[in-house]
């Protein structure tokens, strides 16, 4: 087995500087366990662990344990939605920790009170970020490393390129992961030369035999090219990156009149947001499974350029590595 050292690799204690991204639908536990058990890190998403892929989320952690042996992360999504919402994402750390848990990854708000809880643990937190301005309030919230969130990415992408990120976050003396547009081994290799710790990857891996996407949605990734991704805002009111389809070509990719009004008033901002991100969790779950409507959303960025062929994960994390010998 090669491994590569990086500053994410020495830090996290892994093999391969990859990371299989948390995916909301598409984190079950065998992709997150395969990733792992092949020398990278598979992130859980809780939702997708617990609402698409029906798991107690204790049980499903201990199912992807059983699965291997080697070090898993979690997602923590800080949006400051709901104290409800806030409070099950407190119980989901707390309990990722006593299972034993040492790595993290933030997305969308502060992230001071996951590593508040997670570093007394011994534990790390990386934080996801699109511009220099997020990378500065995670530091002062007292994260270990920070994930660069660019303009190629599935789900939520960026503004900005790989290369223009890079620039922007490496005097800040921590790891700086490359999010998206890794799809192959030569574009990896690109990424640890402009000066990356390691890479996440997301679209990827829903390619790959152990995760649990419809077949139709995995050969649409194969089938894609860039120029096949869209933005778009009808599934959860901000651009999300999904493959253009008929039924995306149909219903077009902005939010109607009465929504966009909504999104810009004060008043109606959060109900409008609320909305939509309930609306989007149930949407993507039965897009996920499905994959015979012809009302399905399937979120992928733009490193379907690279991906041709479906894979067992383990093997693209072995592929990446030996390509990175030097
Ligand atoms: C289907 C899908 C769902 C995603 N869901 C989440 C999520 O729930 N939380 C999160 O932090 N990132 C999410 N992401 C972003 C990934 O973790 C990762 O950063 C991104 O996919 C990297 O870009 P790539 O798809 O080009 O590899 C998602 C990405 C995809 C493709």
Not at 3 to 11: F, H, K, Y
């Amino acid at each position: 087995m090669s491994s590569i050292a990086t500053a994410l690799t020495r830090q996290v204690g892994i093999e391969v500087p990859v990371i299989c991204g948390a995916m909301y639908p598409c984190s079950n536990p065998e992709l997150v366990a395969a990733v792992s058990d092949a020398g990278g890190i598979g992130v859980v998403q809780p939702l997708s662990l617990t609402y698409v892929h029906g798991y107690e989320f204790t049980a499903g952690l201990r199912l992807i344990r059983r699965l291997t042996a080697k070090p898993i992360g979690m997602n923590v999504l800080i949006e400051q939605s709901s104290k409800a919402y806030l409070e099950r994402m407190r119980r989901f750390v707390d309990t990722a920790l006593e299972e034993g848990i040492r790595f993290f990854v933030t997305s969308l708000g502060n992230p001071r009170w996951v590593v508040e809880r997670v570093r007394p643990a011994g534990g790390l937190v990386y934080h996801d970020v699109t511009e220099r301005k997020w990378a500065e309030k995670g530091l002062a919230g007292g994260v270990d490393g920070l994930i660069a969130v660019n303009n190629r990415a599935g789900g939520h992408a960026g503004g900005k390129s790989p290369a223009a990120l890079v620039e922007e976050l490496r005097d800040f003396g921590v790891p700086v992961v490359c999010a998206g547009g890794i799809g192959d081994a030569a574009s990896f290799r690109t990424a640890l030369r402009l000066g990356y710790a390691g890479v996440q990857l997301g679209t990827r891996f829903i390619a790959t035999d152990e995760c649990r996407a419809a077949p139709a949605y995995k050969q649409a990734i194969v089938d894609a090219t860039d120029a096949d991704i869209v933005l778009t805002e009808r599934v959860t009111g901000v651009p999300l990156a999904v493959i253009r389809t008929p039924f995306v070509e149909r219903v077009g990719t902005r939010v109607g009149p009465i929504a966009r009004w909504m999104f810009r008033h004060r008043r109606t901002k959060r109900l409008i947001r609320t909305v939509y991100a309930l609306r989007s969790i149930w949407k993507l779950k039965r897009s996920l499974m499905d994959g015979s409507s012809t009302r399905d959303y399937w979120q992928a960025g733009k490193s379907v350029a690279g991906i041709h062929e479906i894979l067992p994960a383990g093997t693209v994390v072995r592929r990446f590595a030996a390509a990175a010998q030097p």
